[in-house]
Antibody, heavy 121, light 112 residues
Framework: QLQLQESGPGLVKPSETLSLTCTVSGGSITSSGSYWGWIRQPPGKGLEWIGTIYYSGTSYYNPSLRSRITVSVDTSKNQFSLKLSSVTAADTAVYYC?????????????WGQGTTVTVSS | QSALTQPPSASGSPGQSVTISCTGSSSDVGGYNYVSWYQHHPGKAPKVMIYEVSKRPSGVPDRFSGSKSGNTASLTVSGLQAEDEADYYCCSYGGSSNNFVVFGGGTKLTVL
């Protein structure tokens, strides 16, 4: 059974870089047709797509965050990661990683439990 | 990136039916039959309820159904049950050269 688990610091200072990792277990990150994405939910707000990557390295970013995002994949560790630079309080959110699969027409069928990141000095 | 438009709230009594709309554009909802719907209970991970406009993953009750007309997709929950109370989000594929994925703003479904 495929499972995803987010990890990373729960507190980040303003202007610094937020770094999160998602570990994939129970399956391979190189599985054909599986894309790997990051989604966040700020307090009291809705879900926001951040970015998605394929194991080949092809990535897709939310245009509103593109200048600050890097999503990367490490196939040897079965992990993918998110870096968000120059964070502000507006980046405080629950961050989820998820699998986006062509079997579900790019729908997200497996999600991590989410990790809370607070931006504060 | 503009979020898809959903009503902020919807409600119904147990046993009734409720429909939630999701309006996008020809670049997302109207351009692809790749709309999915997610149920989100506070503190838990979102769960996919519908994909490819109207398909249900294994284990999702057939009380949940989806449809699309033009740039608007809809989720209908029939025979409302207390456990259906949650936030619901639509999501559409936007093309590999555009916004790969875009979410709706979410609808809080209340079972009265």
């Amino acid at each position: 059974q495929l499972q995803l688990q987010e990890s990373g610091p729960g507190l980040v200072k303003p202007s610094e870089t937020l770094s999160l990792t998602c570990t994939v277990s129970g399956g391979s990150i190189t599985s054909s047709g599986s894309y790997w994405g990051w989604i966040r939910q700020p307090p009291g707000k809705g879900l926001e797509w951040i970015g998605t990557i394929y194991y080949s390295g092809t990535s897709y970013y939310n245009p509103s965050l593109r200048s600050r995002i890097t999503v990367s994949v490490d196939t040897s560790k079965n992990q993918f990661s998110l870096k968000l630079s120059s964070v502000t309080a507006a980046d405080t959110a629950v961050y989820y990683c998820a699998r986006c699969t062509v079997d579900y027409s790019y729908g997200m069928d497996v999600w991590g439990q989410g990790t809370t990141v607070t931006v504060s000095s | 990136q503009s979020a898809l438009t959903q009503p902020p709230s919807a409600s119904g009594s147990p046993g009734q039916s409720v429909t939630i709309s999701c309006t996008g554009s020809s670049s997302d909802v109207g351009g692809y039959n790749y709309v999915s719907w997610y149920q989100h209970h506070p503190g838990k991970a979102p769960k996919v309820m519908i994909y490819e406009v109207s398909k249900r993953p294994s284990g999702v009750p057939d009380r949940f159904s989806g449809s699309k007309s033009g740039n608007t997709a809809s989720l209908t929950v029939s025979g409302l049950q207390a456990e259906d109370e949650a936030d619901y989000y639509c999501c559409s594929y936007g093309g590999s050269s555009n916004n790969f994925v875009v979410f709706g703003g979410g609808t809080k479904l209340t079972v009265l």
